[in-house]
């Protein structure tokens, strides 16, 4: 039983780590399936969580920070739309210098606005979003294997979390069954063919780049009002680049990247669970390299397990309407 249920705890640490992961790579899936390629969910990630932290700050409601962060996070979003889709400006540079501008400027707006080193105030717990017990949880508690698991994994979590992962087969239905997401497959693949059946190429890439912002802004949220109670310097740590990752690795398809997403969790689980833990035959492993172990790992299944992961053929490339 007690192995059960250090399981448990492990698969439990797994979900809540990777919905930032999750909601970041279905970000990028919109706007990547668009022809935008957007290195700055890092950047929109960050921001958003800033904007939560300091709007729940204020006003005292989780709500009213994941508005901010979604506002905020969109904004950038469309700063990267004009920059490469209005302007054709080079759409890797455009995502790098949001992500540039939002490490510098929450620093400098959360010193100048609370005193406290870049970060926000503790935020109590009515300021956040709190765990959820489902229906029969606490009856079930005590049952055998299944009690356990409906109660430790299941149940629990914040409505975020929830959201996240039914954001996957949302975005299954929207890019797979929806006149939306046909076109935003072909912009992606094909520009011309759609602006020669009369839909607006710019119009679409906005919309994908906007519900960009929006995931990203709730992933940031997440980080400041649920998983975190505030914001913290650089709190992402680089989770917008592995999102990309877990993007690549599932070869651009929402329900494969849950799973790559849940793999790259697993890893900073285990990697947080055996900080100061002895190895056998190694013994104690430095702090410092469990906390690079998940970017490790990144790296090596990108480079050894992927196989060909091809593209959308017109991402990243701006398009010309042609005279």
């Known amino acids: ?24 790579c279905l970000a990028g899936l ?23 932290g300091a ?29 490469s889709i209005t302007h054709r400006g080079n759409q890797i ?11 510098g400027t929450t620093v400098i707006l959360g010193q100048a606005w609370f005193s406290q080193g870049g970060r ?12 959820i017990n489902l229906p029969g949880a606490q009856a079930l508690r005590d049952v055998p294997v299944i009690g356990p698991i409906y109660y430790e994994l299941i149940s629990g979590h914040s409505i975020l979390v929830y959201l996240a992962f039914a954001m996957v087969p949302f975005t299954w239905w929207v890019l ?35 519900c960009c912002g929006v995931l990203c ?24 680049y592995i999102a990309l990752a877990a993007l690549i690795f599932a070869k651009w398809r929402p329900v494969q990247a849950m799973f ?32 690079a172990l998940p970017y490790i790992l990144t790296v090596v299944l990108l480079a050894g397990f992927i196989g060909k992961a091809i593209p959308p053929k017109a991402g990243g490339v701006a398009y010309v309407k042609e005279r």
Request: charged share 15%.
């Open 1 to 24: 039983m007690e192995s059960l249920t250090t399981i448990l705890q492990l698969f439990d640490s797994t979900i809540r780590l990777s919905v930032p992961l999750l909601l970041a």
């Open 30 to 52: 919109y706007s990547e399936r668009a022809g935008i390629f957007d290195i700055g969910l890092e950047g929109k990630m960050l921001a958003g969580a800033f904007a939560a």
């Open 55 to 83: 709007a729940a700050t204020w006003f005292g409601s989780a709500y009213i920070g994941l508005f901010a962060a979604v506002l905020i996070s969109v904004a950038l979003g469309l700063v990267h739309g004009f920059a």
């Open 93 to 103: 540079v455009s995502g790098v210098a949001i992500n540039f501008i939002a490490a």
């Open 120 to 131: 926000t105030p503790s935020l109590p717990n009515d300021a956040r979003f709190n765990p």
């Open 176 to 210: 797979y069954r929806t006149r939306f997401g046909l076109r935003l497959r072909a912009v992606g693949e094909n520009p011309a063919a759609v602006d020669t059946a009369g839909v607006s190429v710019p119009w679409l890439r906005y919309r994908a780049v906007i």
């Open 217 to 240: 802004g709730v992933a940031g949220a997440y980080l400041a009002t649920a998983q975190g109670a505030g914001f913290v310097k650089d709190m992402t740590a680089g989770k917008g």
């Open 260 to 291: 790559a997403c849940l793999l790259f969790g697993f890893l900073d689980a285990v990697a947080i669970r055996m900080q100061g833990h002895p190895l056998p035959l190694i013994g104690e492993v430095p702090v410092q390299f469990m906390q």
